[in-house]
């Protein structure tokens, strides 16, 4: 079976990999949770990728409604063509207009859906999408037509946990959480993004990374994501790794911490101890 | 082939349904485990567990059902001692803390005795009269019975008579998992919503719009108004541990409902009274805890206050600095209910104890007269009369 597999510049776990796989083998939907920032909007482009089908992304926002992914009647433009005497106005099909979903169905070759932070719409949005995701058909009152998917679409959705899902879509889904790499997956997955660092910066830099992970009282603990960009901040301004280097138990404030703090009180935390570590020492 | 497995999930307390279990079995049938340990194990989990909060659960149900492992009892005698330790070099520093110990009687003899035999014994122990262990006569030790004993590694008071508390408390945090019963929390609740038009505008206004197509001759004038949203925010204080243990269930359907039911929620947890400092989650205690000047700071009066807990305490807990069973309070606990009581201007407390035996609970009596008497019992009457109230 051709399957999912870690890639060069995505580095996936093992379980993460078989979660993928059970859902396209079964063509059910398969949920991914995480912290913020670990790769679960990626792993939909990697997936695409990787069985080399198109993606169709569908980010969703706090007044997304279910009915837009399946496609929407522009009534007001069809009002419009009709005040001004258009001849399209007699067919109605000419103002629905096709959601990410129906796009889906309708290709011509499977395709891998992304759901994108899901628990972002309203609490009713998973159960509007229940059947829809099930039989992979919806109905289009309008024009009394039925869409059927001619190839059920690979639906990868993510949640930030914002939001509880209801019970009858979890069960209609694989859901994999996607842990906090440990430091030698962490290694793997600088590597892979940046082949040509040097060893000794990069190895500085992630026990300072971890460190600041494991300061207590963080409000954003930073992810993968923050310590892709802060390495590449510390490669283009050639930051020597002597400049990362500290001693045991005191706290410094990293260089351009910009990319790794994203929250004043965080800042402030680090400058408070830093201050208290100079006093002591 | 695995229904025992899948019983023994249920048994667990996973919402595992016939619907998993046949796609388990059909991805099985796909070759997705490929006849590995490992994959099979990443695939039940992918497929039987639906959230991050029961893979714990999950993984000690799968190791006990495939390898026949003895449950891991979770011993938590293992991880004690370094936490006594520090406990009892912060009452040995403090002074008029230890004053305040002595009130209640010898309290630093039993930590001197403590601390000898701790440096005495290294090992785990059960049963016997001298050593700290399990299930012994000795004033140390969980299970036990001793009147003036000390608990240690034991997460329920078994006779209610323990002087202080030492377990690192990892009590689950009220987790919403409960929807049993909500409904009907829901719909009571639901008479606290106000709602209020805010945010982008989505919603046609079919009245202003006709009125302004009018007006603009008849050509199209659309109006939108946002959509109508509940408004209330609401910040629940939970009380954990201690004598709350009888009510986990009725404080779990509760926390599940209010979870659903409100867009500003905003839950901390206390234990017995509020002092200077509350939690958002009760296993990571110490990292995020904030203080309670900070909670009235960040919320404002608009914010309707919940007090949960069974307001069940020594009256000392409530009244005197220094009450807590805890820490040192330098402040009584009515001091601050007082302050919270004043800043939020809507506030009650609900009590999942039985409503006739409060009068008989010193606290009880104290902590409804604080609050102005608006104490509801924890039923479904008790949050209506409650909602009333809040709502005014």
């Excluded at chain 1, 059970?22 to 990728?49: D, I, M």
């Excluded at chain 1, 030698?184 to 600088?190: F, H, L, P, S």
């Excluded at chain 2, 010193?362 to 924890?378: G, K, N, T, Y």
Aim: glycine share 6%.
């Amino acid at each position: 079976m051709q399957g999912f597999k870690s890639t060069t510049h995505y580095i996936a776990s093992r379980d993460l990999e078989v979660a993928v796989n059970a859902a396209v083998a079964l063509q059910r939907p398969l949920l991914v949770k995480g912290e913020p920032g670990t790769g679960k909007t990626v792993l939909a482009h990697e997936v695409a990728s990787a069985l080399s089908m198109p993606l169709i992304e569908w980010h969703v926002k706090s007044t997304t409604k279910a009915q837009q992914g399946l496609y929407e009647y522009d009534a007001v433009s069809r009002l419009r063509d009709g005040q001004l005497g258009d001849a399209r106005v007699h067919d109605i099909g000419n103002y629905i207009v096709h959601g990410k979903l129906w796009d889906a169905f309708e290709a011509e070759r499977q395709s891998v859906v992304l759901i994108d932070e899901i628990d972002k719409a309203d609490i009713e949005f998973p159960n509007d999408l229940l059947l829809e995701l099930d039989r992979m058909q919806f109905f289009v009152y309008e024009t009394r037509q039925t869409v059927r998917a001619r190839q059920r679409p690979i639906v990868i959705i993510t949640s930030n946990n914002e939001k509880e899902l209801p019970d009858a879509f979890l069960r209609r889904c694989f859901f994999h959480y996607i842990r906090f790499p440990d430091r030698e997956t962490m290694e793997r997955i600088v590597q892979s993004h940046y082949p040509d660092i040097r060893q000794d910066l990069a190895r500085e830099a992630l026990t300072m990374f971890f460190r600041v992970r494991e300061l207590p009282g963080l409000k954003k603990k930073p992810a993968t994501s923050e310590l892709l960009d802060w390495l590449k901040l510390l490669m283009i301004e050639d930051m020597p790794p002597e400049a990362l280097r500290t001693r045991e138990k005191t706290v410094v404030i990293p260089p351009l911490h910009g990319a790794l703090l994203k929250n004043e009180q965080d800042v402030h935390l680090f400058e408070r101890l830093a201050f208290m570590a100079r006093r002591e020492g | 082939m695995f229904a025992s497995f899948v019983e023994q999930l249920r048994v667990a307390g996973l919402p595992v349904s016939i619907t998993e279990y046949l796609t388990l079995i059909g991805a099985m049938k796909h070759g997705v485990a490929d006849y590995s340990v490992d994959d099979f194990y990443f695939l039940a989990r992918a497929t039987l567990v639906k959230d991050e909060r029961h893979l714990d659960r999950f993984d000690r149900v799968f190791a006990s059902v495939f390898q026949g492992l003895e449950h891991a009892s979770g011993d938590p005698t293992t991880d004690i001692p370094e936490e006594w330790l520090r406990r009892i070099a912060e009452k040995n520093l403090s002074p008029e803390e230890m004053a305040a110990i002595e009130a209640i009687g010898g309290f630093e003899k039993l930590m001197e005795t403590l601390r000898k035999r701790l440096e005495e014994q290294k090992k785990r122990h059960q049963g016997g009269s001298k050593w700290i262990g399990t299930g012994g006569t000795s004033p140390f030790g969980a299970y036990g019975y001793n009147p003036e004993g000390i608990r240690i590694g034991q997460k329920e008071s078994r006779h209610r008579r323990a002087v202080k508390v030492w377990d690192k408390r990892e009590f689950r945090d009220l987790d919403g998992d409960t929807e049993l019963g909500t409904r009907t929390m829901k719909l009571a609740l639901r008479r606290l919503r106000r709602f209020a038009r805010q945010g982008a505008a989505t919603e046609l206004d079919l009245p202003r719009t006709i009125h302004a197509t009018a007006s603009n001759a008849g050509s199209l004038d659309l109006k939108l108004v946002p959509e109508r949203h509940n408004a209330v925010k609401i910040l629940l204080l939970l009380d954990i541990g201690g004598s709350m243990d009888d009510h986990v269930r009725a404080s779990q359907e509760l926390f599940s409902a209010v979870r659903s039911e409100f867009k500003h929620l905003e839950a901390f947890y206390f234990h017995n009274c509020v002092y200077e400092r509350v939690w958002r989650e009760n296993r990571r205690r110490d990292e995020t805890s904030v203080s309670t000047w900070d909670l009235m700071r960040t919320y404002g009066p608009d914010y309707k206050l919940i007090f949960v807990g069974d307001a069940t305490m020594s009256p000392y807990e409530v009244v005197q600095p220094g009450g807590s069973v805890e820490h040192w309070n330098e402040e009584a606990g009515r001091v601050w209910i007082e302050r919270l009581a004043g800043h939020f201007r809507s506030a009650a407390w609900l009590n999942p104890a039985r409503e006739d035996y409060w009068a008989y609970t010193h606290s009880i009596v104290l902590l409804r007269q604080l609050l102005a008497e608006r104490m509801f019992p924890l039923t479904l009457t008790g949050l209506d009369d409650m909602t009333r109230e809040l709502s005014r």
